[in-house]
């Protein structure tokens, strides 16, 4: 009885010790690092709290089509589902950190027999009991061992474990900000190429007229065999531009395609790209929202919080550890004695304490190493936010002038467009020669496509500010 008080006595001590070791954590407690942000993004803003990331994406979209392709995407592209595996792996190695804590358990059950040489000290010594010439050993016993948080290793190691899950959480949030901007970028860019190859077919009528009144001219004298091969030419490279068109249009539809998880095939649109109107106003906030709402940059402080605990733990390395294992079990030499209680009964309570000698260089290095990947760590956060908040500036900077490069595009659309009816009217009453009719038709044709791809490069930059902002990141 006395032996087994002192046990019971040997185990509080150590919990209580263990438990006082444990209060004292040698690794920081994270903090976030000092950002010096700017009050607005650039002249043009003003400090607005309020910005387009709020709106979930389904509503950002007005045009039911991409809203379709969109959803298609985020159900089935396979880039966005590897990164909700992994998502799924982290969560696992959550559930393993939470058990840390805990102890050790094994159950373990043996049945040994032998038979010594009766020549041995052993089998010398079984001789002496009659009837015997062999060894029989049984036992069963249930053993624990628990490392106590000296230091806050324990701790830290869950710190770092969790970190790095809501690292890959924000990873794949990436992802899917990503994947929505590449779809809502790539239809915009299949409704351009509709309309370049409206503006084409259109232009390829026009040129088809202009080269019949050419013929009609020549037969008449009134024009060279050079005027009807130039006007000829030009609608050839006007049906040439067409068949260009329909193949790009058939390479961005398959990319839409591979985008929402699905073999290539046509897509029907149903909206013209002049039907979809970019907002007056976008408003952006302030640049201090993107640490907390873009998806990028809370990955890279995630990364940062685990790079501080992995410091923690390669110090606590540096310190002593206390062990504490426990056994306890029946034991006896015959089977019939194995469960004769409390004869067959054992117990053993050991406690120890290791500092490590030899391995201090090896392991003060790693710690080191440690502080140095923490301070890299640190910088890639700071170059997340300063690159989050150029790319916001940068897009803000182009919506306002994509704005103004719209306007004044269309306006030059307009004038080369009464240019090419007055150089045709001028043309039929002999007033204009061929190559003003020519040239009228060849600069309408090039203002109008690249009002296309202004309007195209307007709502991918809205969209694009949308994404920078940290927009399409909220769950369902």
Known sequence: MNIRRNQYKLIILLFFVSLTWAACRVGREYQRPALELPAHYNRETTADTSDIAQIKWDAFFKDTTLVRLIGEGLRHNYDLQIAL???????????????????????????????????????????????????????????????????????????????????????????????????????????????????????????????????????????????????????????????????????????LNILTGEMPDTIATKTQLSQLAVPDTLSAGVPATLVSRRPDVRASEMALVAANARTGIAKADLYPSLDITASGGVNAFKASDWFNVPAALFGLVAGTVAQPIFRHRQLKTNWEVAKIQ???????????????????????????????????????????????????????????????????????????????????????????????????????
């Not at 804590?101 to 000290?121: I, N």
């Not at 994509?402 to 004044?408: N, V």
């Not at 009217?425 to 020519?438: C, D």
């Open 374 to 476: 923490q301070e890299e760590a640190v910088l890639a956060f700071r170059q997340a936010v300063l690159n989050a908040v150029g790319e916001v500036s940068d897009v803000l900077v182009q919506i306002k002038q994509l704005k103004e490069e719209q306007a004044i595009t269309a306006n030059r659309v307009h004038t080369l467009q009464q240019a090419v009816s007055n150089a045709q009217l001028l043309f039929k009453s002999g007033m204009a020669n061929y190559l003003e009719v020519i040239t009228a038709q060849q600069n309408a044709l090039e203002a109008e496509l690249s009002l296309a791809d202004v309007k195209r490069q307007r709502l991918t930059a809205a969209v694009e500010l949308y994404r920078s902002l940290g927009g399409g990141s909220q769950a369902e």
């Open 85 to 255: 595996k992994k998502i799924e792996a982290a969560q696992q190695q959550v559930k393993q950190a939470k058990l840390l804590w805990l102890p050790g358990m094994d159950l373990q059950v043996s049945a040994q027999t032998s038979r010594p040489s009766d020549k041995s000290l052993t089998g010398a010594s079984i001789g002496n009991f009659p009837g015997t010439n062999h060894i029989e050993d049984y036992s069963a016993a249930l053993s624990l061992s628990w490392e106590a948080d000296i230091w806050g290793k324990i701790r830290s190691q869950k710190e770092a474990t969790v970190a790095s899950y809501l690292q890959t959480a924000d990873v794949a949030r990436a992802v899917r900000t990503r994947l929505i901007t590449d779809i809502a970028r790539s239809y915009y860019n299949l409704l351009m190429l509709d309309e370049q190859m409206s503006i084409s077919q259109e232009n390829l009528a026009l040129r088809d007229s202009t080269l019949q009144l050419t013929r009609l001219l020549k037969q008449a004298g009134q024009v060279t065999t050079l005027a009807m091969q130039q006007a000829e030419a030009q609608k050839q490279f006007t049906a040439g531009f067409i068949h260009q068109l329909q193949m790009d249009i058939s390479l961005q539809e398959h990319a």
